[in-house]
């Protein structure tokens, strides 16, 4: 599956960003990060329908990923954003011939796009 990852940029603490992924096709979708210093952390996933979601621990209903199938896009919003939310987004996709598992692993995952840098400033 082919990704294309767009929509970060710097905001300040307590302000908003959307990401967005197109994917080449209908896949089970989910987002990482990579902060410096940090290892990859989980960030939130969605199923092929869009009926099934998790999120990371740290997200405390801060972020909402959401899809849009007759685009193949998949949407992360980030509300309250934090310092510490600053890292690099990865969105990645588990290809169609797997089962629609929306997992929090990197391993439930085949394909990853280009990451989109999101820093948080004070």
Known sequence: VQLQASGGGMV?????????????TRAVMGWFRLAPG???EFVA?????GGRTLYGDFVK???T???????NTTSLQMNGLKLEDTAVYYCAARRPL??????SRAT???DWGQGTQ?????
């Open 12 to 24: 300040e603490a307590g302000g908003s960003l959307s990401l967005s992924c197109a994917a080449s």
């Open 38 to 40: 940090k290892e990859r």
């Open 45 to 49: 996933a969605i199923n092929r329908r």
């Open 61 to 63: 209903g801060r972020f």
């Open 65 to 71: 990923i959401s899809r849009d199938n007759a685009k």
């Open 98 to 103: 797997r089962t629609d598992y929306v997992g």
């Open 108 to 110: 439930d995952y085949d």
């Open 118 to 122: 999101v820093t948080v400033s004070s």
